[in-house]
Structure formats: structure tokens, C-alpha cells
């Protein structure tokens, strides 16, 4: 597996209705996303003798150069962006955890503090060049996310399968809001596979030739990927549902109290997954951003410029996280509004526009019946965020 790949195990919260529809919609949006994937390492070198190293640059080679840019890059900057302020919120909730439970009786600190602290790592990791550079990161991270994940499912069963008053049915005891909440949990569950933003950039570091093409070791890392991410998503999904009900926590580690010494060291695994996480993100980011500085407005590339535009990105994706650390509701919210296109069906429009599949052949009908699914998940989990992101706005203090 490219140990570049962990950007793709993050843990998802458990779907608050995992019932029928939520399990269908869970392993639903394993495989479509798996299948999308498929297609972008596919089409990464469509143009013989070219490759094409960037979404956008695929974007332009299916709509034109201009209107490419307008399509890909705006949706591209909102899932990269989104990610890091999730992974800030993330990282600092679960540093807070890691001290609840290794200091039992220590005094209560803000939650903005850990995510400030979680932050300040970044300003030296941010001078990084390149992906290539974050890549024993990254691979680090992929072992914990995997070892979290084990350790939050093992730990609930651990707990017991017949707890008292644990509640299965919807949190909101209105329809409308059961409803919403839903839909917000399909946004979570897009959120979880998020890997398509960087899947060509990630590709880009592979070499090429006609002998030996980068989508065959590119796609062999991908399942193994996949692989992973179905032992690290799916069991702690279900299990946490099963043994804590509605009452689980966007993050199941944040659920689980005991025993101390194993919760504190799995939020600890949790810091440094998305210490890795946010870096590749944020990579892509900083590229865009110097490209377009350099290229357009003629600044000169220099250490100074590089130093600007990084802690410049740190410091404002760290003061959101601080501002509003509303997990669930930035999960279903922004992956709702930014990951259903970029991983649901775009990659399938960007399809059609080049392969071009014979009309109404297997290949046409999956990406058609893609393009329709991926358009409902984008409209509903969108929605549904918002509406948990403002029943969170009534209850919170700004900065608390």
C-alpha cells in the first residue's frame, strides 16, 4: 500500500440510524467510491504520454480549460479546507480526551486550548515541500488509524453487549428532525471516504512507463486500502451503535470512559492519524495557493512566501476549528456540500465526458444511476448538516 494512503482511514462517527437504510447506505458508499476510484486512477494517464498529476488537471481535460478550473478547483479547495478544520476539531478533542483519561481528576480545560495546542504542531510540519516528504508520516498514520479503530470497537464489546436504558431509537423525538439527523449521518458517511481529492496528486509520486503504468501499483494500493478502511469503519460503526445506542458520541473514543489507560492511548493514536491527515490535505492546498501567487501574480518563490502562505492557512483553519467545533455537523454539513461531488460523481461525469461508454451499457448505466445517487447524497446530507449545525449553534458558547 502507498503509505501515502492514510488520508483515506479516518474514523467516521457511527451513523446515529444505523438501522436497514444506514448499513445500506454504508456499504453502498464503499462501493461506489471504491468504483470511482478505480475510475481516477484509470484516467490519471487517459492522454498517452501525459500525465495528468492534478483533479483540476482532469477536470480540464474533460470541460475545457477555463470552465475545468471552475468546476473541479472551488470543490476541491472546500473538501481540502473542510477536512483540515475537522481534523483541527478532531485532533483537539482528542487531545482532550487523552487527558481526561490519563489525569481522571485533573481540572477541566477548553477544548479550544487542545485544539490550539494541536495546531501549533503544524507550523512546523506545514515547511515540509511535498508529499513525497510526509510519506513515514503518513504511513505511521495509517498504522494507528487502524490500531484506534481496533482498540474502539474491542473496547465497546468489551464494555458489554446488554447495557441498561440503552435507547435505539432517533435522538430527535420529531420527524422532521429524525429525518434531518439522517440525512446528516449520510453526509458523515461521505465524509468518511475523502481520499479522491489527492488520489492523482498521490499517483503523481509513482513512476510510469509504458512497461509498467502507475495505475497498476496505484490500484493495488487502493484495495488494499479499501481493505482497511472496511476493518477500520465498519465494525466500529456497528458495534458502537449496537452497545451505546443513540447515546454514542461523533467520535466513539469520546463515548468510552474504560479502562483509562487504553482509551487515553487510542485518542493518542487518533492525535497523530490526523496530524498526518491534515498535512496531506493541506499540501495540496499550499500548492494551489503559491502556484496561482507565482504563476499569476508574479510573486517570486522564496522561503518568506512559503512561511506566508502556510502559517497564514494554519492560523485560519485552526481559529474556525476553535470558533466552532461542531463535529457531527461539520461532518455531514461539508460532506454533503463538497465530498459527494468530488467522490460520488464527478469522477463519474469526468467518465462518461472521456471513455465515453457505449449507451446503455453496464458501464453507462453505473455511472448514469452514480451521477443521479451521488446528486440526492450531495442535496440531503448538505441539508442535514446545516440542521445540526444550528441545533449545536443553540446550545454553545463560542470559544467554550
Same mark, same amino acid.
Given at each position: 500500500?502507498?503509505?501515502?494512503?492514510?488520508?483515506?482511514?479516518?474514523?467516521?462517527?457511527?451513523?446515529?440510524?444505523?438501522?436497514?437504510?444506514?448499513?445500506?447506505?454504508?456499504?453502498?458508499?464503499?462501493?461506489?467510491?471504491?468504483?470511482?476510484?478505480?475510475?481516477?486512477?484509470?484516467?490519471?494517464?487517459?492522454?498517452?504520454?501525459?500525465?495528468?498529476?492534478?483533479?483540476?488537471?482532469?477536470?480540464?481535460?474533460?470541460?475545457?480549460?477555463?470552465?475545468?478550473?471552475?468546476?473541479?478547483?472551488?470543490?476541491?479547495?472546500?473538501?481540502?479546507?473542510?477536512?483540515?478544520?475537522?481534523?483541527?476539531?478532531?485532533?483537539?478533542?482528542?487531545?482532550?480526551?487523552?487527558?481526561?483519561?490519563?489525569?481522571?481528576?485533573?481540572?477541566?480545560?477548553?477544548?479550544?486550548?487542545?485544539?490550539?495546542?494541536?495546531?501549533?504542531?503544524?507550523?512546523?510540519?506545514?515547511?515540509?515541500?511535498?508529499?513525497?516528504?510526509?510519506?513515514?508520516?503518513?504511513?505511521?498514520?495509517?498504522?494507528?488509524?487502524?490500531?484506534?479503530?481496533?482498540?474502539?470497537?474491542?473496547?465497546?464489546?468489551?464494555?458489554?453487549?446488554?447495557?441498561?436504558?440503552?435507547?435505539?431509537?432517533?435522538?430527535?423525538?420529531?420527524?422532521?428532525?429524525?429525518?434531518?439527523?439522517?440525512?446528516?449521518?449520510?453526509?458523515?458517511?461521505?465524509?468518511?471516504?475523502?481520499?479522491?481529492?489527492?488520489?492523482?496528486?498521490?499517483?503523481?509520486?509513482?513512476?510510469?512507463?509504458?512497461?509498467?503504468?502507475?495505475?497498476?501499483?496505484?490500484?493495488?494500493g487502493v484495495k488494499v486500502a479499501y481493505f482497511i478502511v472496511a476493518l477500520s469503519y465498519f465494525p466500529v460503526a456497528l458495534v458502537g451503535?449496537?452497545?451505546?445506542?443513540?447515546?454514542?458520541?461523533?467520535?466513539?473514543?469520546?463515548?468510552?470512559?474504560?479502562?483509562?489507560?487504553?482509551?487515553?492511548?487510542?485518542?493518542?493514536?487518533?492525535?497523530?492519524?490526523?496530524? #498526518? $491527515?491534515?498535512?496531506?490535505?493541506?499540501? !495540496?492546498? &499550499?500548492?494551489?495557493?503559491?502556484?496561482? =501567487? *507565482?504563476?499569476? /501574480?508574479?510573486?517570486?518563490?522564496?522561503?518568506p512566501l512559503r512561511i506566508a502562505v502556510r502559517f497564514t492557512y494554519v492560523?485560519?483553519?485552526?481559529?474556525?476549528?476553535?470558533?466552532?467545533?461542531?463535529?457531527?455537523?461539520?461532518?455531514?454539513?461539508? #460532506? $454533503?456540500?463538497?465530498?459527494?461531488?468530488? !467522490?460520488? &460523481?464527478?469522477?463519474?461525469?469526468?467518465? =462518461? *465526458?472521456?471513455? /465515453?461508454?457505449?449507451?446503455?451499457?453496464?458501464?453507462?448505466?453505473?455511472?448514469?444511476?452514480?451521477?443521479?445517487?451521488?446528486?440526492?447524497?450531495?442535496?440531503?446530507?448538505?441539508?442535514?448538516?446545516?440542521?445540526?449545525?444550528?441545533?449545536?449553534?443553540?446550545?454553545?458558547?463560542?470559544?467554550?
Open positions: 500500500m502507498s503509505p501515502q494512503w492514510s488520508e483515506l482511514l479516518f474514523l467516521a462517527s457511527p451513523m446515529l440510524c444505523l438501522k436497514g437504510p444506514g448499513i445500506a447506505i454504508l456499504v453502498l458508499s464503499w462501493i461506489i467510491t471504491l468504483y470511482t476510484l478505480w475510475q481516477m486512477v484509470e484516467m490519471h494517464e487517459i492522454i498517452p504520454g501525459k500525465r495528468l498529476d492534478r483533479y483540476h488537471e482532469l477536470g480540464q481535460v474533460a470541460f475545457g480549460e477555463k470552465l475545468g478550473l471552475w468546476i473541479v478547483v472551488p470543490q476541491q479547495l472546500t473538501v481540502e479546507v473542510s477536512t483540515c478544520i475537522v481534523y483541527m476539531v478532531t485532533g483537539g478533542k482528542s487531545l482532550k480526551k487523552f487527558q481526561e483519561s490519563a489525569v481522571p481528576n485533573s481540572k477541566p480545560i477548553r477544548t479550544t486550548y487542545f485544539i490550539l495546542i494541536f495546531g501549533s504542531c503544524h507550523f512546523i510540519l506545514s515547511l515540509l515541500p511535498n508529499l513525497n516528504s510526509i510519506s513515514g508520516v503518513s504511513l505511521a498514520a495509517a498504522f494507528m488509524s487502524l490500531s484506534y479503530s481496533m482498540i474502539a470497537w474491542i473496547a465497546s464489546l468489551k464494555k458489554g453487549i446488554y447495557q441498561e436504558n440503552v435507547d435505539y431509537s432517533y435522538r430527535d423525538k420529531t420527524t422532521s428532525g429524525s429525518v434531518l439527523n439522517f440525512f446528516s449521518a449520510m453526509g458523515d458517511v461521505a465524509f468518511a471516504f475523502a481520499g479522491h481529492n489527492v488520489v492523482l496528486e498521490i499517483q503523481a509520486t509513482i513512476p510510469s512507463t509504458p512497461e509498467q503504468p502507475s495505475k497498476k501499483p496505484m490500484w493495488k451503535y449496537f452497545i451505546f445506542g443513540n447515546s454514542v458520541d461523533g467520535n466513539i473514543l469520546i463515548t468510552l470512559e474504560k479502562p483509562n489507560w487504553l482509551i487515553a492511548l487510542a485518542n493518542l493514536l487518533v492525535v497523530f492519524h490526523v496530524i #498526518g $491527515g491534515y498535512q496531506i490535505y493541506a499540501m !495540496s492546498v &499550499f500548492d494551489m495557493i503559491e502556484t496561482y =501567487l *507565482v504563476k499569476q /501574480k508574479k510573486f517570486r518563490p522564496s522561503t492560523v485560519i483553519t485552526m481559529f474556525i476549528g476553535m470558533a466552532i467545533p461542531f463535529f457531527g455537523g461539520l461532518l455531514g454539513f461539508f #460532506g $454533503g456540500l463538497a465530498l459527494s461531488p468530488t !467522490s460520488y &460523481f464527478l469522477p463519474c461525469i469526468i467518465w =462518461l *465526458v472521456l471513455v /465515453k461508454p457505449r449507451r446503455f451499457s453496464i458501464s453507462w448505466l453505473m455511472n448514469w444511476t452514480f451521477v443521479v445517487l451521488g446528486v440526492v447524497l450531495m442535496m440531503l446530507a448538505a441539508t442535514g448538516g446545516l440542521y445540526t449545525l444550528i441545533a449545536s449553534y443553540k446550545t454553545y458558547k463560542f470559544f467554550s
